[in-house]
């Protein structure tokens, strides 16, 4: 395989070479994370103790920094001392693969220090559910707006104004409101989601109901429809596809915003999880938590996207994930 | 005046002349009165139609033809309510009509039909929006699809069917509504030329089998010839009527008429009225400013 034809101007790569692509995709961040892991002379700036010899505050298994070490092992020759010794390791903060992988397992069974606390797998639900419930609550107001917004300009000219300086305001800065008005649990979170997601909703539907081929609009309209036949049998069905694909999108945006918001009020769900074994120094359990957010947050769009074209099998295949 | 020895678009045979004098006694279905359309543009307003009338009669196949800018596609927006006239009116068997209805069928270049729904649905869509309940809309619709010979792909979705089947599709549903008048905005205009000689000879067969009036835009002047009873000749800046030729070539038509006398006639007055001889001061725009683009040690063969 050429370079020439790997590399042509918006052509699509031919079938094989395009999935080892797509595979090297993911493997590339991870062979530089092993190879930063794995091999000593790479990076590793700290020592760790494996023998504190003369120096009275190391002490076994303990990280120092490689210069602080070989200052102390200075010292402990001239003094004529017994000498430290220890291994190039990483920092506390930078777990190897192997340890996170493993973490993906002992996350789940590792006990919860205190009874009061939840497991891994009660905090991720927890997340799931402001997730769930700020998304659907969002589109439950936002995609009607959005298609009458795009529809009518009547209601464009209502809504669109105040939503396009409302969605500057940074969705977090509502976290103090919230909880003043909602309390401290779930409904806060819930509602920074709903924040972060309705306004950017109502003008991303919008445009795209605006991008419907006007001439279904005239076509239909000759063939006897009206209003509200216009808007429910030809404007709905004819953006569901594009709708689809944007509350896909939208939906992705919602993650983001579930960190900021889980840090409202009481702290729960997932961040509860990253916070508090990032306190115990669990670095690994804090790696392993993250990437749950990232495959749960790809598994659902990739299922949402394998649904889609079983819905609309009119539309022309889009380049899936 | 070598004009003179060629046959005139005017000379009718007795045949076509007693056809003619015929559909000419038939009831109006559409009536256009003094209609004018201005654009409001940056630059002031714009007349794009100026003081159109015509008649077109019961099951009459009127095309109208012009060079671009002359306001066809304007003129079949407004007839299709699409659109609204500044002024004038535009009446449908006596009845002033405004603003689209299923009473007159439209058919798009750009085909139209909704991706969502399969043939059989987009064909029903209009009886549907008309009240008719779902089976009878359906039984319908099958008949209006074996018109168009798409029996067999009545489950299948638009974007399975070539053009040409696509625009059938769009024939049917635009009928199935049982419009007084059917209108074609350069229906054919995108089709490759077989399928559009297809294509015209099938038009021509549904209408003369169903009771429709057909108003027909187009470009193309053979099209024109080839389908119309009368062709309304436009000129563009603003559109203005130039011309109701009534064609002489006989009915039915086909593909061998194409080289007959009338239909060099009818012709050679459309190439008259629509590329009328070019003004001298036109020429030197359009004449390419020639060199030949070649060194001068190669030894290129001439083309002639």
Known sequence: ?321 | MDDIKKPSYLDQSDSVKDRFDRLKDRPVTLEVKNLYKHFETPKGQVTALKNINFKAHRREFVCVIGPSGCGKSTLIRILAGLESASSGSMLLNGNEVTGPGPDRGMVFQGYTLFPWLSVKRNVMFGLMESGIGKVAAEEQAFQWIDLVGLSNFADSYPHQLSGGMKQRVAIARALANQPKILLMDEPFGALDPQTRGKMQSHLMEIWRNIDITVVFITHDLDEAIYLADRILVLKAHPGEVEELIEVPVPQPRDPSQLLSEEFMATKRRLEELIHPPEEADDVSEDKLNMVRMVHVSDDVPSVL
């Open chain 1, 1 to 321: 395989m050429s370079s020439a034809s790997l590399l042509a101007v918006r052509k699509k790569l031919p079938p094989r070479p395009r999935r080892w692509v797509t595979l090297l995709s993911f493997a590339l961040p991870i062979i530089i994370w092993c190879v930063v892991s794995y091999v000593p002379f790479i990076w590793h700036p700290m020592i760790q103790i494996e023998n504190k010899g003369g120096v009275s505050y190391f002490q076994e298994g303990m990280l120092v920094e490689r210069e602080l070490f070989e200052t102390e092992k200075q010292t402990a020759i001239a003094e004529g001392l017994a000498l430290p010794e220890g291994a190039r390791a990483n920092p506390i903060y930078l777990p190897a693969p192997h340890e996170v992988v493993r973490a993906f397992y002992t996350s789940f069974t590792t006990e919860p220090q205190r009874r009061s606390e939840k497991w891994l797998h009660e905090s991720l639900w927890s997340s799931i559910q402001v997730i769930f419930w700020g998304f659907f609550l969002s589109s439950l107001f936002g995609v009607p707006l959005g298609i009458l917004g795009g529809t009518y300009d009547f209601f464009s000219r209502l809504f669109e104004p105040f939503i396009e300086f409302f969605r500057y305001l940074p969705a977090p800065a509502f976290g103090a409101l919230a909880v003043a008005i909602l309390g401290i649990y779930q409904a806060p979170k819930i509602a920074i989601i709903f924040i972060g997601t309705f306004f950017q909703q109502v003008l991303v539907i919008a445009n795209t109901t605006r991008k419907l081929d006007a001439s279904l609009l005239e076509a239909a309209q000759t063939l006897g429809a009206k209003n509200k036949s216009l808007l429910f049998k030809v404007v709905v069905p004819g953006v569901l596809p594009d709708l689809y694909r944007d509350m896909r999108i939208l939906l992705g945006w919602a993650w983001t915003y579930l960190i900021v918001a889980e840090l409202i009020g009481t702290s729960s769900g997932i961040t509860w999880f990253i916070t508090q074994q990032a306190r115990y120094k669990n670095f690994e359990n804090v790696f392993a938590a993250i990437m749950m957010i990232g495959i749960i947050g790809l598994a659902i769009d990739m299922l949402l996207a394998a649904i889609g074209a079983r819905l609309f099998p009119w539309q022309k295949k889009e380049a899936e994930v």
